[in-house]
């Protein structure tokens, strides 16, 4: 076997194995020192990175800080600002309300006004009638010897209304209660019929004081802004003047409207009120088709308002093989040609685009349901007063009063036609109380207006009063019971009207609905002075059931104690026509008999055409 070769390094093999290692030493030195510096350099970078990330976040932090600061100051900024708007309207409306005391603390200094009711209201102790409050002033003036006369006249497109109301003598300390008088007066005869302008005719101070009450800025600047647009002409400023003598004076006229009252032939019919729309289908004489059908009118959306009333008549459509005439009832004013010219169910379009898409939305709701079929609508309480002259056998001096969402008002003459008025009656002041409660329309610049006492409202302001179980947003004066808006009023009508099926609770419910027949009783007397009333037409919510039973029996009774000249006063309800039998037979269920029965009624008068409505100029 061969030997291995000898395979040791020798001293040059080992000499350049060492140079090899050092030099590879060196490197490797170099490589580590590198590494070290890279190291020391990127823990710098990471150290510059990180202060850089932690300042980042300090930064992100104080900006989220300042964000929710600002989010902070911004929400307090707004909610002062709306506590600030809502404090001015309050302190604007509290100083309205105590400059109205003070003046009414002066004005009623002589005892002439107010005065308590004789028959009182149960839970509205402090009622004070203005039909009593005046008969007191004139007894006062007669006692006084004035001779002293103040003449006014309320010019309208078709009438014009004229009034005379002695008064004290300019220089007399009880003048204040002359101008208050005449101011409250004026007001009512407005809200009846409309004025373009007031003309006044009397003793220098009262013409001016009331000159000034009737201006931009003044105790009625709610009538002086309304009754452009009430009388259609929305660029037409009211104006006040007065004249030397009442010789200059337009005299009174009217221009009464007649109507035909037959039905037949195939018709729609509506009626729109602040809580719903009412809608009917009548086919010769017969009611086919009624319902109501809820709708919101805060909603500012025009085009709202013409879908809902649309899609409500398109169902009524439906039973009828065609549609001949359409006709319809709106709380406000309608023009002679069916334009809405101030219906204040529609409260919040604003000024520009109800003229534009508001003033004719009854002309093109009839035109998209049945083209170019007759048309006429009217206000809801003239179809309340022309039901009752067709329910009477055409009997007139009929006032027709619906007490729903808030009062309607109207009024057929001796031969059973309409004058021509407004009859706003939910805008005249009933109640001469200091302290009587303002309502959302006017804004707190009237108190005591029928708003508050003969509809929805003057049974909900009493239902805690009555023993009534209600949520306390229903409890007035809780800022969900002071608005425009209806819906809370008719669920809390509900709750009253359950309450008097409850035997522990009807006895004190049953003083709500005479107290509310209390504010009735004299508000008629008041309205006899301009309406000559055989019968009397009660129709609504607040009227239904035992309820209004009692309602309608204290109204008898104050006029009967009161007002004995008045007292022939003859009451009708919707539920005397169904006794009477004049339903058709699918239409019995007494549930539905106080809805179908203001339609059964409404059907004679609401769908005009030449045949049914003859409007003479």
Request: with cysteine; net charge negative.
């Amino acid at each position: 076997m061969l030997a291995e070769p000898d395979r040791s390094p020798g001293p040059d093999n080992l000499n350049l194995k060492v140079q090899q290692l050092e030099a590879t030493l060196v490197d490797l030195r170099r490589d580590v020192v590198g590494c070290v510096d890279s190291q020391e350099q990127v823990e710098k970078l990471l150290q510059s990175l990180q202060r850089d990330c932690t300042e980042v976040q300090e930064k992100v932090r104080l900006q989220m800080v300042a964000s929710e600061e600002q989010r902070s100051l911004h929400q307090v900024i707004s909610q002062s600002a709306g506590d600030l708007g809502r404090g001015i309207e309050e302190v604007s409306a509290a100083m309205m309300q105590a400059e109205t005391n003070m003046r009414q603390a002066e004005v009623f200094e002589d005892g002439s006004l107010p005065v308590l009711a004789e028959v009182p209201a149960p839970l509205d102790p402090n009622f004070a009638p203005l039909i009593l409050g005046k008969r007191n002033y004139l007894k006062a003036v007669a006692a006084s010897g004035s001779k002293a006369t103040l003449d006014w006249a309320l010019p309208r497109a078709d009438g014009c209304a004229r009034y005379t109301l002695p008064v004290f003598p300019d220089d007399s300390a009880e003048v204040e209660a002359s101008i208050y008088l005449a101011g409250v007066l004026i007001q009512e005869q407005i809200w009846q019929r409309s004025a373009k302008s007031l003309l006044l005719c009397g003793p220098a101070k009262i013409c001016e004081a009331l000159k000034k009450e009737y201006s931009m800025g003044g105790t009625y600047e709610f009538e002086v802004k309304s009754m452009p647009n009430v009388c259609g002409t929305p660029d037409v400023a009211f104006s006040v003047a007065v004249v030397a003598s009442a010789a200059e004076l337009p005299a009174a006229s009217d221009t009464p409207q007649v109507c035909g009252k037959d039905a037949s032939g195939c018709r729609l019919a509506f009626d729109l009120g602040k809580s719903d729309i009412k809608t009917v289908a009548v086919k010769d004489n017969e009611v086919v088709y009624s319902k109501e059908t809820e709708w919101d009118v805060t909603n500012v959306d025009p085009d709202y308002h013409f879908k809902a009333i649309v899609d409500a008549l398109k169902l009524a459509k439906e039973k009828l093989p065609k549609v001949q005439a359409i006709g319809g009832s709106a709380t406000g004013t309608v023009g002679a040609n069916n334009e809405a010219t101030w219906c204040d169910i529609f409260p919040n379009v604003p000024p520009p685009v109800y003229k534009a898409k508001v003033v004719d939305i009854f002309q093109r709701i009839s035109k998209e349901l049945a083209g170019d079929v007759p048309l006429k609508v009217i206000n809801d309480g003239e179809v309340t007063a022309l039901a009752a002259v067709q329910k009477l056998g055409g009997k007139g001096n009929v006032m027709g009063i619906s007490m729903g969402s808030s009062e309607g008002g109207g009024y057929a003459n001796a031969d059973g036609n309409l004058m021509g008025w407004i009859n706003e009656l939910c805008y005249v002041k009933l109640d001469l109380n200091p302290e009587a409660p303002t309502d959302p329309w006017t804004k707190g610049a009237h108190t005591g207006v029928s708003h508050m006492y003969l509809g929805q409202r003057g049974a909900t302001k009493l239902a805690a009063k009555a023993g009534v179980k209600v949520p306390p947003n229903y409890v007035y004066p809780h800022p969900d019971m002071c608005t425009i808006k209806h819906e809370d009023h008719a669920q809390c009508l509900k709750l009253i009207q359950k309450a008097m099926e409850d035997p522990s609770v009807r006895p004190q419910v049953e003083k709500l609905y005479r107290t509310i027949g209390v504010y009735l009783g004299y508000a008629l007397a008041q309205y006899s002075e301009f309406y000559k009333i055989d019968h009397v037409m009660i129709l609504g919510r607040v009227s239904k059931g035992a309820g209004g039973d009692i309602m309608l029996n204290t109204a008898k009774e104050v006029l009967q104690t009161e007002f004995p000249e008045f007292a022939g006063i003859q009451f009708h309800t919707a539920d005397d026509h169904f006794k009477a039998g004049s339903l058709c037979p699918r239409d019995r269920n007494p549930v539905h008999r106080v809805i179908l029965g203001i339609w059964w009624l409404c059907s004679w008068c609401l769908c005009s055409s030449a045949v049914l409505f003859t409007w003479q100029a």
